[in-house]
Nanobody, 119 residues
Framework: QVQLVESGGGLVQPGGSLRLSCAAS????????MGWYRRAPGKQREVVAD???????NYADSVKGRFTISRDNAKNMVYLQMNNLKPEDTGVYYC?????????????WGPGTQVTVSS
């Protein structure tokens, strides 16, 4: 059974940093894309950053230059380094894994970790 477990969330002051980690276990398919999404209070879930198996990265405009996504393919882990955090970064952050094993496509989510940016 596939499980994604996020860690590293918490309360931080504006301008501070956090590092989120996501560990994927029970993987029986090729992972194509690993990513981070967030749901801010009163808003829909949005993509923050993702990284494909080749290492190509995409970022939401609001986090470019502040957040860095990385992955460890051997350990099936993905990380999100968040610097210069702002109050608008507050929300629940979700890890996502997309993959495939012919003929099936897979799409899994973690339970989420809370990030609160406040003074």
């Amino acid at each position: 059974q596939v499980q994604l477990v996020e860690s590293g969330g918490g309360l931080v002051q504006p301008g501070g940093s956090l590092r989120l980690s996501c560990a994927a276990s029970g993987i029986i398919f090729s992972i194509n894309v690993m990513g981070w999404y967030r749901r801010a209070p009163g808003k829909q879930r949005e993509v923050v950053a993702d990284i494909n198996s080749g290492g190509s990265k995409n970022y939401a405009d609001s986090v470019k230059g502040r957040f860095t996504i990385s992955r460890d393919n051997a350990k099936n882990m993905v990380y999100l380094q968040m610097n210069n955090l702002k109050p608008e970064d507050t929300g629940v952050y979700y890890c996502n894994v997309k993959g495939s094993r012919f003929p099936t496509q897979y799409d899994f989510w973690g339970p989420g970790t809370q990030v609160t940016v406040s003074s």
